[in-house]
């Protein structure tokens, strides 16, 4: 079992930025690729980026590269999500999920399905 605890959310301004963080309470957290979704009202959990185990790849929804950067410090069992330029559509519960190693390198490294442990969720909020 792997539980994950987010922090870093709160109210900011348009063009503001953020830095998310996950903690990971697991020995073998390099075994693990990590990702963050998030959840607007309404809508359904989606994906934002997904790092993998060695922190060497990386993939990002289209709506997010170049504003959003997604690392991790194993050494930390710590994942974060660096957001920049933020916009009012950015305005979410992000959650971190980790899921199999694999998980980057292929077509389901989008999909919710594909993580096994989540957080609790941290809101982000944006005003305009």
């Known amino acids: 079992q792997v539980q994950l605890v987010e922090s870093g959310g709160g109210l900011v301004q348009a063009g503001d930025s953020l830095r998310l963080a996950c903690v990971a309470s697991t020995r073998t957290f390099s075994s693990y690729a990590m990702a963050w979704f998030r959840q607007a009202p309404g809508k359904e959990r989606e994906f934002v980026a997904v790092?993998?185990?060695?922190?060497?790849?990386?993939y990002y929804a289209d709506s997010v590269p170049g504003r959003f950067t997604i690392s991790r410090d194993n050494a930390k069992n710590t994942v974060y999500l660096q957001m920049r330029s933020l916009k009012p559509e950015d305005t979410a519960v992000y959650y971190c999920g980790a899921g199999s190693s694999m998980v980057p390198f292929t077509t389901e490294r989008n999909l919710v399905t594909a993580y096994q442990y989540w957080g609790q969720g941290t809101q982000v909020t944006v005003s305009s």
């Open positions: 790092i993998s185990g060695s922190g060497g790849s990386t």
